[in-house]
C-alpha cells in the first residue's frame, strides 16, 4: 500500500470535515473540500486522506451508539456529493485502459468504490462506475459489450460472498480478470484468494498500484478448495433458513421470558439480530473461516454494549441456534466458538467495570 501524504493543516481539516457531514451540511463540506483543493492538496489526497478517513470515523460513531442510522446515512450521502465536487473540477484525459468498478449483488455500501473509481480516473483509467449491488449476469452483459481490461469487485460484508464468488467465476469464464476489494474479502484479503480472485487489494490506492505494476495475472482456485461444501451444510442451511429462524424465535422466547413483554419494535429488532446471525453463520460456513462468524460476534458484542445490551442476550441466541442445528456439525462448532468469543467479551466487560 503506498503511503498518503497529507497536506499541512489537512488533519484540522478532517475535524472540520467531520463537523460538515455530522449535520448534513453539504455546502459546507463540498466548500471545504474544493478551498483545499484550490490551495494545491492533490485531488487523491483528499479522497483518501480526508473523505475516506471521515467515512470510517462515521461508522465508528455509529457503533459506538454516538450517531443514529439516519445522521450515518445523512453523512455518507454528503461524502458522496464531495467525491461527486472533486471530480467535476479535477477531469484527467484517460491514457490507460478500461476498468469497471462494481459492487457485488446485494452490496449497497457503494462510497468506497466511488472513491476508487475516482482515484483510477486520477491514474489515468478509463472506468465504468456500476455503483451498489450489481446483479451477476447484467454485469457480464456489460463486460460483453464493453471489453474492458479488468473488473474491480467490492464485497464489504462477508454475507456477500457467496454472490461475490458466483460474479468473480462469472467474469473470469469471459476472460476478464477480477481485483477484489473491501473487508468482506478478509482485512489480509485470505477469502479473495480463497475465492479465486486474481488480486486483492486493501485500499483504493494499493488497487491503483496494483493494477498499473502490470494488470492481473490469472490465478485460478484450487479444485479442492471449497470441497468443505460437499457436506451440504451450507446449502441446507440457506434452504431451510425460514424454518430455521422460526424455530430459534420460537425457542429463544421460551428460554428468555421477559421477551413476553417485548413491544413490535423489539421483536422487530430481535428477529433482525437473528437473521444477522444465520447469515453470517451461513457465510462462514460457505467459506469454511471460523472468523467470518467470531469477528461478527465481536463486533456486535461491541455494538450491543455500547447501547446497553449485555453480550449474554447474544449468548442465548448463539445457543438457541446451537441446539437447532444438530443435524449441522460445521455449523454447530462455529456457534461454540462465536459463544466462546461472547463469554470473552463478556468477561472484558466486566474486567472494564471492576477498573472504572
Not at 41 to 69: F, H, K
Not at 81 to 102: D, F, H, Q, T
Not at 227 to 249: C, F, K, N, S, W
Request: proline share 6%; with cysteine; net charge negative.
Amino acid at each position: 500500500m503506498s503511503e498518503l501524504v497529507l497536506a499541512p493543516g489537512l488533519e484540522a481539516a478532517a475535524e472540520n470535515y467531520l463537523e460538515h457531514i455530522g449535520h448534513a451540511d453539504e455546502f459546507g463540506a463540498v466548500d471545504l473540500a474544493l478551498n483545499l483543493l484550490d490551495d494545491g492538496v492533490p485531488a487523491e489526497t483528499l479522497l483518501l486522506g480526508l473523505i475516506a478517513p471521515a467515512q470510517r470515523r462515521v461508522g465508528e460513531l455509529w457503533a459506538a451508539d454516538r450517531w443514529s442510522v439516519a445522521r450515518e446515512h445523512g453523512a455518507t450521502a454528503v461524502s458522496e456529493r464531495v467525491v461527486a465536487a472533486i471530480a467535476s473540477r479535477v477531469r484527467p484525459e484517460p491514457v490507460l485502459g478500461r476498468v469497471v468498478v462494481a459492487c457485488t449483488d446485494g452490496e449497497y455500501h457503494a462510497l468506497s468504490t466511488r472513491l476508487l473509481t475516482e482515484v483510477l480516473r486520477l491514474r489515468g483509467w478509463r472506468v465504468d462506475f456500476l455503483g451498489a449491488s450489481v446483479p451477476g449476469t447484467h454485469l457480464i452483459t456489460h463486460l460483453h459489450q464493453k471489453g474492458p481490461d479488468a473488473v474491480a469487485l467490492s464485497c464489504t460484508l462477508p454475507t456477500r460472498l457467496p454472490r461475490a464468488h458466483a460474479t468473480l467465476t462469472a467474469c473470469q469464464a469471459v476472460g476478464i480478470p477480477v481485483l477484489a476489494g473491501g473487508p468482506g474479502f478478509g482485512s489480509d484479503g485470505r477469502l479473495a484468494r480463497l475465492l479465486g480472485a486474481d488480486g486483492w487489494a486493501p485500499s483504493a490506492d494499493a488497487a491503483a498500484d496494483h493494477l498499473q505494476s502490470g494488470g492481473l495475472p490469472s490465478s485460478p482456485v484450487a479444485m479442492d478448495a471449497m470441497a468443505h461444501l460437499a457436506d451440504e451444510e451450507y446449502t441446507q442451511l440457506v434452504r431451510r433458513r425460514p424454518a430455521i429462524l422460526t424455530g430459534a424465535m420460537d425457542a429463544l422466547a421460551g428460554a428468555y421470558p421477559p421477551m413476553a413483554r417485548y413491544d413490535d419494535r423489539q421483536m422487530e429488532s430481535t428477529a433482525e439480530d437473528m437473521a444477522h446471525i444465520a447469515d453470517f453463520l451461513a457465510a462462514a460456513l460457505y467459506v469454511d473461516d471460523t472468523a467470518v462468524f467470531t469477528d461478527f460476534v465481536t463486533w456486535t458484542c461491541g455494538v450491543l454494549r455500547a447501547r446497553g445490551v449485555p453480550p449474554g442476550a447474544l449468548v442465548r441466541g448463539l445457543r438457541v441456534f446451537r441446539d437447532q442445528l444438530r443435524e449441522f456439525p460445521r455449523a454447530r462448532h462455529l456457534l461454540a466458538e462465536g459463544i466462546h468469543s461472547a463469554h470473552a467479551a463478556e468477561t472484558d466487560d466486566a474486567d472494564w467495570e471492576n477498573e472504572r
